[in-house]
Structures are given as structure tokens and as C-alpha cells.
């Protein structure tokens, strides 16, 4: 099994920065893809950003290029989403996930943690 228990969200302006981290446990063949989704009230789930465990590599929403930045520790079994330059469209609960097999766009999460929540005022 596989725990994932967000941090980091809060309340800014437009303008600010916000870093969420997520502690992860579990095996680690289940975590080979970690993530940032969030979900804005009335609207669909969407994916962030994605970072591959042991390649590295990274994937973002094209609504967030530039301005957010996924990064893991793995000696502290944590991820990281960096958000800066934060605009009022970017206000959601953010959620923490990890995937097996599936990565980048096509990420499909076998695990989701509790979300945190993101307000950002104009």
C-alpha cells in the first residue's frame, strides 16, 4: 500500500508563492510516478505536474509552465510542487498522487491523498 499526506496550502494573493509538500510511505514500486492534480469547485479533476522517481523527468499542465516546479526527494520520500506567480484561477484542492505505471499526460494514479486546499485572492 502506498500513504500520501499533503501540506503546504493556505490563503494568498495574487502574486505569491505557495509550496506544497507530500510525505510519502509505502512500497516503492508503487510510487514510480508522483503528481500534483488539483479540482476547482464545479469543475473536473486536472493534472498538474508529473515526475517521474527514477527518471527524473517532468511533466506540467500547459496552465502552469513557468510558473510551478515539481521536485522530489528521495531520501525524504517527499514531492514537492514549488507554485509561484499565483493567480485567482489557480484556487483548488490540491492532491497528492501516485502512479505504478502511467506517467506525464497520460498519468492514471493508483493512489490519491487527502488534498490541500489552494485560495488564491485577486
Known amino acids: 500500500q502506498v500513504q500520501l499526506v499533503e501540506s503546504g496550502g493556505g490563503s494568498v494573493q495574487a502574486g505569491g508563492s505557495l509550496r506544497l509538500s507530500c510525505a510519502t510511505s509505502g512500497d516503492t514500486y508503487r510510487r514510480n510516478c508522483m503528481g500534483w492534480f488539483r479540482q476547482a469547485p464545479g469543475k473536473e479533476r486536472e493534472g498538474v505536474a508529473t515526475?517521474?522517481?527514477?527518471?527524473?523527468?517532468?511533466h506540467y499542465a500547459d496552465s502552469v509552465k513557468g510558473r510551478f516546479t515539481i521536485s522530489l526527494d528521495n531520501a525524504e520520500n517527499t514531492v514537492y510542487l514549488q507554485m509561484n506567480s499565483l493567480k485567482p484561477e489557480d484556487s483548488a484542492m490540491y492532491y497528492c498522487?501516485?502512479?505504478?505505471?502511467?506517467?506525464?499526460?497520460?498519468?492514471?494514479?493508483?493512489?490519491w491523498g487527502q488534498g490541500t486546499q489552494v485560495t488564491v485572492s485577486s
Open positions: 498522487a501516485a502512479a505504478r505505471v502511467s506517467c506525464g499526460a497520460a498519468m492514471r494514479p493508483d493512489y
Open positions: 515526475i517521474g522517481r527514477f527518471s527524473g523527468l517532468t
